[in-house]
């Protein structure tokens, strides 16, 4: 089944468990280890609860996100081309009803996606962090999805889960010099 992420959520206190090959996502009752749903693909089996329409295939990076939202990479391999997106999703699970809604999502340009490993963060200023292990693809992104800042794809280094890291050089600013022109009454 390939479970790739495990996800504790305190509040809950949840486990959250991604099966890759089954297109599935698990909430297991970390006390009693009661599987209290799964969300994805239906399969033979029949216990997948809910999500059945999502479409999200091979996914990665399970995690609960601060608004109580289950936010994923998903690598999207069983699209022909593989086109993978971030995906942030409400989960309904009050009451007996199960459902789930996208509240965000952000698709990556075929191109640029990655049918295996990568991550999908939100940031402390609202923005998404993605990463596409296949193509080296970094992209910030607003909520609106704007780009805010990309590495170019395709560089010669490798990466699984990219982080950004607040102040990791607290000190560093630019200066811009206005251009200056010499004229024959001096510089202007």
Not at 62 to 91: A, C, Q, T, Y
Not at 108 to 124: E, F, N, V
Request: aromatic residues 10%; charged residues 20%.
């Amino acid at each position: 089944t390939h479970s790739n992420a495990i996800w504790f959520d305190e509040e809950s206190e949840s486990l959250y468990l991604p099966a890759r090959y089954l297109n599935r996502i698990t909430k297991i009752d970390y006390q009693s280890g009661d599987i209290i749903w799964n969300m994805g693909e239906i399969t033979p089996s029949g216990d997948a609860d809910f999500g059945h329409s999502l479409g999200f295939s091979k996914q990665h990076s399970v995690k609960i996100i601060d608004n109580g939202h289950l936010m994923i990479f998903d690598n999207g391999n069983d699209l022909n081309p593989v086109v993978s997106r971030g995906l942030e999703l409400s989960i309904e699970d009050a009451d007996s009803t199960l459902g789930v809604d996208v509240v965000w999502e952000y698709v990556l340009p075929d191109t640029l996606s990655s049918a295996k490993m990568s991550d999908c963060d939100r940031l402390p200023n609202g923005n998404t962090l993605l990463t596409s292990t296949h193509s080296s693809y970094l992209v910030e992104v607003t909520p609106d999805s704007q780009k805010v800042w990309e590495v170019e794809p395709y560089q010669e280094f490798s990466t699984y889960r990219g982080e950004r890291v607040a102040g990791l050089f607290p000190q560093l600013f630019s200066v811009l010099q206005p251009p200056i022109i010499e004229s024959d009454e001096g510089i202007v």
